[in-house]
């Protein structure tokens, strides 16, 4: 029963929040599928190709800003694992349980609108995997890494950088245009 009223409480949510799209409706639908495989123990490991499988999302970068708002918006707690043998952490929040303290934590809280959303330093480990996930050596993300953090995270005109991925997609195209040229 308790799942069931989390998933009314999830599109009661979906409705006020205007930010999330079907996307993120998508994923947590997929996210509540492997809840229940794994008979509804919170937290659960999942697996990031079964997700973006079940939820139909094709792009790394979509899933990875989903299943972070996800997160932000207080719908799941989310715990990265960043060894590819063992699945991320979810637990799925019970709206409905006033008992758990941290579910107060997130009650009334929104995704941020797009204006106030400001840039996070991402950590090395963050960087690496993004790398390795697009088939490059880890040591050129640690040379992205070096060389944005040298720089305080700003971009060649000096503005401050608002997503790193982006930074991270224009170093690798031009680290691979350069390798086949060689």
Request: glycine share 2%; hydrophobic share 35%; net charge positive.
């Amino acid at each position: 029963m308790t799942q069931t009223k989390n998933f009314s409480s999830f599109f009661e949510r979906v409705i006020e929040d205007d930010r999330l799209y079907p996307s993120h409706i998508s994923m947590y639908v997929s996210l509540l599928q492997f809840w229940s495989m794994n008979r509804f123990q919170n937290p659960f490991r999942i697996c990031r190709e079964e997700v973006m499988n079940l939820s139909k999302i094709k792009s790394l970068a979509t899933y990875h800003k989903c299943i972070r708002e996800l997160h932000g918006a207080g719908f799941i707690i989310y715990s990265p694992s960043y060894n590819p043998y063992k699945g991320s952490l979810i637990e799925i929040i019970d709206f409905e349980s006033e008992e758990k303290g941290k579910n107060k934590l997130f009650q009334n809280q929104k995704l941020l609108p797009k204006e106030t959303m400001c840039f996070s330093v991402p950590m090395i480990d963050e960087v690496e995997l993004y790398f390795t996930e697009r088939d490059l050596l880890p040591v050129e993300a640690e040379q992205f890494y070096s060389l944005y953090q040298s720089k305080n995270w700003k971009l060649g005109n000096n503005k401050p950088m608002k997503c790193w991925q982006s930074a991270a997609r224009n170093w690798i195209s031009k680290v691979k245009k350069y390798q086949s040229i060689i």
